[in-house]
């Protein structure tokens, strides 16, 4: 079993859908989380970064972690088509981010007009 | 801010020649890291520097990689005699670290490499 588990879709949705992506773990440790959106061809882009568990919210994006249940959750409302990209989850057991930094495979996701 | 760069976008070359990326960091930051990405996969951490010293080396990182960050700065990544396995997206990032911990990374748009 991988340390970090994320479909990798793809997943299709039309415009102005509520959009949720998911990643599961293994490693109680890991405390800090992070999603980074991934155009083609481009690096990795921050996009949430929350300790422990909870929520955070950021314009339309709302993420969740659930340490007991080991999955965090991404949420997208009002889905645009320039959402259209690879959402990657990562995961830390400390702030101290690079080297212990675990992500997900990434899912793939396509917004339509 | 104006990100981290890397240098050149896209390389191609033949198996057995040795290849040589370039990234600068963001200028406050003295941590920068190499990650390589293949299709379909998340990042996987390489080597990570903090100032000129390079900390700490995955396994994923052969004899045949070597990473230098000569001043503090911008760092480059070479690989020798490479082989088709080397085909991926070597992403570079950095952060600004504290004795307290440090910010989430910013990554670079990478360098696809190709060898034939």
């Known amino acids: 079993q991988k340390e970090v588990e994320q479909d990798p879709g793809p997943l299709s949705v039309p415009e102005g859908a509520i959009v949720s992506l998911n990643c599961t773990y293994s490693?109680?440790?890991?405390?800090?989380f992070m999603w980074y959106r991934q155009y083609s061809r481009k690096g990795p882009e921050l996009l949430m970064y929350?300790?422990?568990?909870g929520n955070k919210e950021d314009g339309r994006f709302t993420a969740q972690v659930d340490k007991s249940s080991k999955y965090i959750s991404l949420f997208i409302r009002d889905s645009q088509p320039s959402d259209s990209a690879t959402y990657l989850c990562?995961?830390?057991?400390?702030?101290?981010?690079?080297?212990?930094?675990?992500f997900g495979k990434g899912t793939t996701l396509s917004v339509s007009s | 801010d104006t990100g981290v760069s890397q240098d050149p976008r896209h390389k191609i070359t033949k198996r057995g020649q040795n290849v040589t990326f370039r990234c600068d960091p963001i200028?406050?930051?003295?941590?920068l890291y190499w990650y390589r990405q293949t299709l379909g996969q998340g990042p996987e951490f390489l080597t990570y520097?903090?100032?000129?010293?390079?900390?700490?080396k995955s396994r994923l990182l052969s004899d045949r990689f070597s990473a230098e960050r000569p001043k503090g700065s911008f760092s480059t990544l070479e690989i020798q005699r490479t082989e088709q396995g080397d085909s991926a997206m070597y992403l570079c990032?950095?952060?600004?670290?504290?004795?307290?911990?440090?910010?989430?990374?910013?990554f670079g748009n990478g360098t696809r490499l190709t060898v034939t």
């Open positions: 929350t300790y422990s568990s």
């Open positions: 490693n109680s440790a890991f405390q800090y």
């Open positions: 990562a995961m830390s057991p400390h702030n101290q981010a690079g080297t212990a930094l675990i």
């Open positions: 200028s406050e930051h003295n941590r």
């Open positions: 990032a950095s952060t600004r670290a504290t004795g307290t911990g440090s910010s989430p990374l910013h």
């Open positions: 520097f903090q100032n000129e010293a390079q900390l700490e």
